[in-house]
């Protein structure tokens, strides 16, 4: 089945230390996305990619950063993570129709990220 | 004023009722809403998706759009304890980017 794939599903990581969360899809969506939601929260769009190009929220802290190397896969890269980052990391894909605008958004399972 | 507001209940519901969620936007150009169902501890699962006035029905669910009072709501008809989740109601609000509203928790009750 066609999907959205997130790796790993947990991961422990330690104040300051760098991480890096990756999500692959087979569905050959061109735009992907990366949301935080905490807990009993919204989930809040961090970046996309439409293709190979990046759109940062204007409110994403520069600690987060993002690389797409191909149609396929994703990474967040968080740089330095703070307690505050403790949250679940949520990929999203779409499609686009022939006007360019985004079609229906299918998320990833999630990886729970915590921070000793 | 939040772009997506929902009611974060709990709203409890007893089985085989009719469960009804509401959802609220602030964006009066607004032109496509999404329902997600997310089970607890889990991703978001797109269950619904309207982009026109009325109801869209489909199995269990149905999602009604009002643009003129902006509102959108979802009904879940014969409620099973499996639909005891979080409900959250999404509008686009440029090409690539959806608002969320934070959620209505449903409990179905046996």
């Known amino acids: 089945d066609a999907m959205v794939i997130q790796n790993p599903r947990y991961q422990v990581t330690q104040f300051g230390k760098p991480v890096t969360l990756s999500c692959s899809q087979t569905?050959?969506?061109?735009?992907m996305y990366w949301y935080q939601q905490k807990s009993s929260q919204a989930p809040k769009l961090l970046f996309h990619?439409?293709?190979?190009?990046?759109?940062n929220e204007a409110d994403t802290p520069d600690n987060f950063q993002s690389r797409r190397p191909n149609t396929s896969f994703c990474f967040l890269d968080i740089r330095s993570p703070g307690l505050g980052d403790a949250a679940m990391y949520l990929c999203a894909t779409s499609s686009t129709n022939r006007q360019g605008v985004g079609q229906p958004q299918h998320f990833g399972d999630g990886t729970r990220l915590s921070i000793l | 004023q939040k772009e997506v507001e929902q009611n974060s209940g709990p709203l409890s519901v007893p089985e085989g009722a009719i469960a009804s969620l509401n959802c609220t936007y602030s964006?009066?150009?607004?032109?496509?809403f999404f329902w997600y169902r997310q089970y607890s501890g889990k991703s978001p699962e797109l269950i619904m998706f309207?982009?026109?006035?009325g109801d869209k029905e489909d199995g269990r669910f149905t999602a009604q759009l009002n643009k003129a009072s902006q509102y959108v709501s979802l009904l879940i008809r014969d409620s099973q304890p499996s639909d005891s989740a979080t409900y959250l109601c999404?509008?686009?609000?440029?090409?690539?980017?959806?608002?969320f509203g934070a959620g209505t928790t449903v409990t179905v009750r046996a």
């Open positions: 569905l050959n969506h061109n735009v």
């Open positions: 309207i982009y026109s006035n």
């Open positions: 964006d009066r150009g607004s032109q496509s």
């Open positions: 990619y439409y293709d190979k190009d990046f759109n």
């Open positions: 999404a509008v686009r609000v440029n090409d690539y980017k959806l608002s």
